[in-house]
């Protein structure tokens, strides 16, 4: 059983475009989050939510929306895609009190052309 | 300045051999430290935290913390082949809902 899935695992689109991506985690988990890796490696948080609550949000331009439906699910609308958008994006999840131990999802690699 | 800083390396060291990972940090309200493993075109996964200041052991794995110096440390013995993968350091606290993370440092373990 994946424990954080998110869909789908590769996404290709054209600047300008509008896409999404899901995630889902059966961990019983209380916060959800969104990360931005960039091709450096470089992991930059983006959105924290804790019972479908936003608590976190790191600067990010409008153009990207997280919605969580319910606890158990995270997903991220993004708008107008533009080439800088290009990244691998990961949800993550923890207990509330343990947001020191966040569990990983296995990414989506955007690529905007 | 970033939050935290690692120098991503590569770094390349022979089977066997102790790898010392280290990071700097900035913020003095950072109570957990992290250390996650990555391996290439997966999600980062966690090895170990330490809370406050001090060393914790697991296996191969030792992690130290000094808050005085703001100084991260991962130290990994008799290193493996599956030990190649970048490890990123990063730190947090309590009711943050926040983790900072490093750059990463990518490792490879030579058979």
């Known amino acids: 059983d994946t424990a954080v899935s998110q869909t789908p695992k590769y996404l290709v689109t054209q600047m300008g475009n509008d896409k999404s991506i899901k995630c889902e985690q059966n961990?019983?988990?209380?916060?959800m989050y969104w990360y931005k890796q960039d091709s450096k490696k470089f992991l930059k948080i983006m959105f924290s939510?804790?019972?479908?609550?936003?608590?976190i949000n790191e600067t990010v331009p409008n153009r990207f929306s997280p919605k969580s439906p319910d606890k158990a699910h995270l997903n991220l609308h993004i708008n107008s895609l533009e080439l800088g958008d290009s990244a691998v994006y990961f949800c993550?999840?923890?207990?509330?009190?343990?947001?020191?131990?966040?569990?990983f999802g296995p990414g989506t690699r955007l690529t905007v052309t | 300045q970033k939050e935290v800083e690692q120098d991503p390396g590569p770094l390349s060291v022979p089977e066997g051999a102790i790898v010392s990972l280290n990071c700097t940090y900035s913020?003095?309200?950072?109570?957990?430290f992290m250390w996650y493993r990555q391996y290439s075109r997966k999600g980062p996964e966690l090895l170990m935290y330490t809370y406050s200041s001090g060393n914790k052991e697991d296996g191969r794995f030792t992690a130290q913390v000094d808050k005085s110096s703001k100084y991260i440390s991962l130290f990994i013995r008799d290193s493996q082949p599956s030990d190649s993968a970048t490890y990123l350091c990063?730190?947090?606290?309590?009711?943050?809902?926040?983790?900072?993370f490093g750059a990463g440092t990518r490792l490879f373990v030579k058979a």
């Open positions: 961990l019983g988990h209380d916060t």
């Open positions: 913020n003095s309200a950072f109570q957990y």
């Open positions: 939510y804790n019972n479908k609550e936003l608590i």
């Open positions: 990063a730190g947090g606290y309590t009711g943050g809902f926040k983790t900072i």
């Open positions: 993550a999840s923890s207990a509330m009190d343990s947001n020191y131990e966040q569990y």
